[in-house]
C-alpha cells in the first residue's frame, strides 16, 4: 500500500481547483485495498448510495491513524493519492464486529444494502487487514464505523 501524502500537498491541490473547506480536522482517506475495490466504492459515493465507511480499528492503531471524529472533514484520494471527494464526519461509533446493525449496512450502501452483503464483503477485506497487521479476525474485532456527508465531489482525472 502506497503511503499517504502530505495534508498540505493535497490542500494546495484543491486550492488550484477552487475547493474550499470548511472548519475541522482535515484527514486524507482512501476506500478499499486494491484499485477496483477503491473505483467502487468512490462510484458508490458519487452516485449518492454510500454514505458511511467501516475500518479495522486494529488496522488504524497498526498504522498510527488516529480516530476519526465527528465534525472531521475528510479528503477522500483514489488508489493513485488523488482528491476525488471531500466530506464530513456526521457521525462515528467502534463496535464488534458482530454487532453492526441492519440499518448501518444499509447506509454503507454497498451491493444490495443488507446486512449479510455486509457481513461478507467486509469479512472478507477486514481478514485482509488482519493478515497485514498481524491479527486474526474474529467476530468480535472492533470495527469504526463512520457516518459521513459529501461536501464536494471532483472532477475525475482525465485518462492518458
Known amino acids: 500500500m502506497e503511503p499517504l501524502p502530505a495534508v498540505e500537498a493535497v490542500l494546495a491541490e484543491l486550492g488550484l481547483l477552487g475547493v474550499a473547506l470548511p472548519a475541522g480536522r482535515v484527514r ?9 475495490l477503491s473505483q467502487q466504492l468512490l462510484e458508490l459515493i458519487r ?3 454510500k454514505r458511511a465507511g467501516t475500518s479495522l480499528l486494529w488496522a488504524c492503531e497498526a498504522d498510527g491513524q488516529p480516530l476519526p471524529a465527528v465534525g472531521d472533514v475528510e479528503i477522500v484520494l483514489d488508489h493513485c493519492n488523488r482528491p476525488s471527494i471531500v466530506t464530513r464526519i456526521v457521525r462515528v461509533e467502534v463496535v464488534p464486529y458482530c454487532q453492526v446493525t441492519e440499518e448501518y449496512a444499509a447506509i454503507e450502501g454497498e451491493g444490495d444494502g443488507s446486512l449479510e452483503y455486509w457481513r461478507r464483503a467486509h469479512w472478507s477485506f477486514f481478514g485482509r487487514e488482519c493478515k497485514r497487521v498481524a491479527r486474526e479476525p474474529s467476530v468480535g474485532m472492533p470495527v469504526v464505523c463512520s457516518v459521513f456527508e459529501v461536501l464536494a465531489i471532483l472532477p475525475a482525472p482525465s485518462r492518458n
Open 28 to 36: 486524507l482517506d482512501g476506500y478499499g485495498d486494491s484499485a477496483a
Open 47 to 49: 452516485a449518492g448510495r
